[in-house]
């Protein structure tokens, strides 16, 4: 069965950065782009960009673009996101999912698997 | 402020019927494919449907979802006290070239 492993709970010092890890197991790696969602306390879900594990192909969301970097080790079948100069407003859950689509673009882009969350705490 | 606007929530009786909508905009919704989540408290988001109107695996067909232009539609009939959850649309977005996300909608099963 799919599944997708994250890493453990972090406690940050704002201006800290962050590796959250996704270990895939039960379909082949390569096959599907891993994504990163994070959805901080009481909110909504927030996309933060994905990673194509067969290329290491990378887009990311406009928000975090400049802060946020995603790699893969395919031969661990694990993904990574790391984000750099922590504040507080980044204490979250941090998720990754796998996309699918029949789409050539992202026009039918869904997650039918989600990793079960990394809680992220940015405190002084 | 979410790119795509659902409500706050909504409640029905158990049996009952309900609808949650999810509202965008040409570059989004009106141009792509709408998904659907469910999450329960403390869990990750669950896959409910995709392609707006397909079930995923294992979801009941008492589940269903429609789209027409800029809005998405997620159906719940026969209401349980298990599907009390917060749900979430999702779409790709042309103009901000990302995926978004409604706020989410809190589902009360009186």
């Known amino acids: 069965q799919v599944q997708l492993v994250q890493s453990g709970p972090e406690v940050k010092k704002p201006g800290a950065s962050l590796k959250v890890s996704c270990k895939a197991s039960?379909?082949?790696?390569?096959?599907?782009?891993i994504h990163w969602v994070r959805q901080a306390p009481g909110q909504s879900l927030e996309w933060m960009g994905w990673?194509?594990?067969?290329?290491?192909?990378?887009k990311y969301s406009q928000k975090f673009q400049a802060r946020v970097s995603l790699t893969r080790d395919t031969s661990a079948t694990t993904a990574y996101m790391e984000l750099s100069s922590l504040t507080s407003e980044d204490t979250a859950l941090y998720y990754c999912?796998?996309?699918?689509?029949?789409?050539?673009?992202?026009?039918?882009?869904?997650?039918?698997?989600w990793g079960q969350g990394t809680l992220v705490t940015v405190s002084s | 402020q979410s790119v795509l606007t659902q409500p706050p929530s909504v409640s029905a009786a158990p049996g009952q019927k309900v609808t949650i909508s999810c509202s965008g905009s040409?570059?989004?919704?009106?141009?792509?494919?709408v998904s659907w989540y469910q999450q329960l408290p403390g869990t990750a988001p669950k896959l409910l449907i995709y392609?707006?109107?397909k079930g995923a695996s294992g979801i009941p067909d008492r589940i269903s979802g429609s789209k027409s232009g800029t809005s998405a539609t997620l159906g719940i009939t026969g209401l349980q006290t298990g599907d009390e959850a917060d749900y979430y649309c999702?779409?790709?977005?042309?103009?901000?070239?990302?995926?978004?996300f409604g706020g989410g909608t809190k589902l009360t099963v009186l």
């Open positions: 999912a796998r996309g699918r689509g029949h789409c050539i673009s992202s026009s039918c882009l869904y997650f039918d698997y």
């Open positions: 039960g379909y082949t790696f390569t096959d599907n782009a």
């Open positions: 990673i194509s594990p067969v290329s290491g192909n990378t």
């Open positions: 040409s570059s989004n919704i009106g141009s792509n494919y």
């Open positions: 392609d707006n109107d």
């Open positions: 999702e779409t790709w977005d042309n103009s901000l070239s990302g995926v978004v």
